[in-house]
C-alpha cells in the first residue's frame, strides 16, 4: 500500500513538502487615488478596499512596506492627468525601492468610460488611442513609474508605447501589458471605485470573448514581440487554464495574473483567497494582483 497519509500527518510535515508557497513578494496592491487631502474611504460593495488621497496612500504605504508588499498598482481616479502624476512623484519619493506600476487607458478620463478614443458613430478608434495611451505612459513614466500598464486592449499599442518611451529618454521604464484581458461581468466593484463603467455598449469589441483560448496566446505573443517585459492575464480565477497554458507556452517571461474585483468579492473569507490565489500562482502566475494581499500576510495565512 502506498502510504500518501505520511506526508500529510501534521502540519509541520505539509509544510515541508508543500511544492507551492505564496509570498509578500508574490502579489502588487492596488490602490484607488482620489483628489483631496485625509481621505480614507471605504468603497460599498468592496471588502477592504478605500479610496485614498495622496496623503492617506503614503501612511497606508508604510503599513504595506512593512508587510512585505514591493510592488503596487496604481488608479487615479480624476479626469485630470495631474492627480496620478503627483501621486507618483510622491510615493517614489517617500518609498523609492516600491515598485510603482500605473494603469494605463482612457477609460477614466473620458466622460464615455470607454478605453478608447469613441466616434460619433460610437465606434471605439483603435489607431487613434494608441497616441492618447502613450502620451499618458510617458507621463507616468517621467513622473517616476516603474512599470506602466496599459489595460484599453487597442491593437499596437505596446509597441507605440515602447517607441514613445524610448524616443524620450525613458528606455529604462518597463511595459506589463493587460495582454489577455477579457470582456469580463467580473469588473463590477472596480468600474464603481473607479468610475470607469462605459455609458453606452460595452467593451466587446476590444476585450477578448471569454470563449476563446488560443487567441489570448496569440495577445500574448504580440504583446511579447511589440517589447512587453510582463504579460497579464485578466480575469484570474475564472480563467485558470489560460494562465497556466501561457506560462507553458512562454516560460521565460513574467506572467501576472489580475484576481479581479468581482472574483475578490465573491468569496466569503481569506481562507478562500488564500486557497485561490495559491491556485493562481499553481497554475503558473509569477505575480498575482490581489485586493486581499494584504490581510493575506496580516492573518498570518501566508
Ligand atoms: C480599466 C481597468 C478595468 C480593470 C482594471 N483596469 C476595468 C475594465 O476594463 O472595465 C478591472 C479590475 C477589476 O475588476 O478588479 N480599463
Given at each position: 500500500?502506498?502510504?500518501f497519509?505520511?506526508?500529510?500527518?501534521?502540519?509541520?510535515t505539509?509544510?515541508?513538502?508543500?511544492?507551492?508557497?505564496?509570498?509578500?513578494?508574490?502579489f502588487?496592491?492596488?490602490y484607488?487615488?482620489?483628489?483631496?487631502?485625509?481621505?480614507?474611504?471605504?468603497?460599498?460593495?468592496?471588502?477592504?478596499?478605500?479610496h485614498?488621497?495622496?496623503?492617506?496612500?503614503?501612511?497606508?504605504?508604510?503599513?504595506?512596506?512593512?508587510?512585505?508588499?514591493?510592488?503596487?498598482?496604481?488608479?487615479?481616479?480624476?479626469?485630470?492627468?495631474?492627480?496620478?502624476?503627483?501621486?507618483?512623484?510622491k510615493?517614489?519619493?517617500?518609498f523609492?525601492?516600491?515598485?510603482?506600476i500605473?494603469?494605463?487607458?482612457?477609460?477614466?478620463?473620458?466622460?464615455?468610460?470607454?478605453?478608447?478614443?469613441?466616434?460619433?458613430?460610437?465606434?471605439?478608434l483603435?489607431?487613434?488611442?494608441?497616441?492618447k495611451?502613450a502620451?499618458?505612459?510617458?507621463r507616468?513614466?517621467r513622473?517616476?513609474a516603474?512599470?506602466?500598464?496599459?489595460?484599453?486592449?487597442?491593437?499596437?499599442?505596446?509597441e507605440?508605447?515602447?517607441?514613445?518611451?524610448?524616443?524620450?529618454?525613458?528606455?529604462?521604464?518597463?511595459?506589463?501589458?493587460?495582454?489577455a484581458?477579457?470582456?469580463?461581468?467580473?469588473?463590477?466593484?472596480?468600474?464603481?471605485?473607479?468610475?470607469s463603467?462605459?455609458?453606452?455598449?460595452?467593451?466587446?469589441t476590444?476585450?477578448?470573448?471569454?470563449?476563446?483560448t488560443?487567441?489570448?496566446?496569440?495577445?500574448?505573443?504580440?504583446?511579447?514581440?511589440?517589447?512587453?517585459?510582463?504579460?497579464?492575464?485578466?480575469?484570474?480565477h475564472?480563467y485558470l487554464?489560460?494562465?497556466?497554458?501561457a506560462?507553458?507556452?512562454?516560460?521565460?517571461?513574467?506572467i501576472?495574473?489580475?484576481?479581479?474585483?468581482?472574483?475578490?468579492?465573491?468569496?466569503?473569507?481569506?481562507?478562500?483567497?488564500?486557497?485561490?490565489?495559491?491556485?493562481?500562482?499553481?497554475?503558473?502566475?509569477?505575480?498575482?494582483?490581489?485586493?486581499?494581499?494584504?490581510?493575506l500576510?496580516?492573518?498570518?495565512?501566508?
Open positions: 500500500m502506498k502510504r497519509r505520511h506526508l500529510r500527518k501534521d502540519q509541520k505539509r509544510d515541508a513538502v508543500a511544492e507551492t508557497k505564496l509570498f509578500a513578494k508574490d502588487i496592491y492596488p484607488f487615488i482620489v483628489e483631496g487631502k485625509n481621505i480614507k474611504n471605504k468603497i460599498k460593495n468592496f471588502k477592504n478596499v478605500y485614498f488621497s495622496i496623503d492617506t496612500v503614503i501612511d497606508d504605504l508604510q503599513k504595506t512596506k512593512e508587510l512585505g508588499i514591493t510592488k503596487i498598482l496604481l488608479f487615479g481616479i480624476s479626469k485630470k492627468y495631474e492627480l496620478i502624476e503627483e501621486a507618483i512623484k510615493i517614489k519619493n517617500k523609492p525601492k516600491i515598485c510603482i500605473t494603469d494605463v487607458c482612457l477609460c477614466t478620463y473620458l466622460e464615455h468610460g470607454h478605453c478608447g478614443v469613441v466616434n460619433k458613430k460610437g465606434e471605439i483603435n489607431d487613434e488611442t494608441l497616441p495611451l502620451e499618458i505612459a510617458l507616468h513614466a513622473a517616476g516603474d512599470i506602466v500598464a496599459p489595460s484599453d486592449m487597442m491593437d499596437g499599442r505596446v507605440y508605447i515602447r517607441n514613445k518611451l524610448n524616443k524620450n529618454n525613458s528606455k529604462k521604464v518597463k511595459i506589463m501589458s493587460y495582454a484581458k477579457y470582456a469580463s461581468h467580473f469588473y463590477g466593484p472596480f468600474r464603481n471605485a473607479a468610475k463603467a462605459p455609458v453606452f455598449g460595452d467593451r466587446k476590444y476585450q477578448m470573448d471569454f470563449r476563446n488560443d487567441q489570448a496566446l496569440d495577445e500574448i505573443k504580440t504583446d511579447i514581440n511589440e517589447g512587453a517585459d510582463i504579460v497579464m492575464v485578466k480575469p484570474a475564472t487554464d489560460i494562465v497556466y497554458r506560462k507553458h507556452k512562454f516560460p521565460k517571461i513574467k501576472a495574473a489580475y484576481h479581479v474585483s468581482g472574483e475578490y468579492v465573491s468569496l466569503e473569507n481569506y481562507e478562500q483567497l488564500v486557497e485561490v490565489t495559491t491556485a493562481i500562482k499553481r497554475a503558473g502566475a509569477d505575480w498575482i494582483i490581489s485586493y486581499g494581499a494584504k490581510e500576510i496580516k492573518n498570518e495565512l501566508i
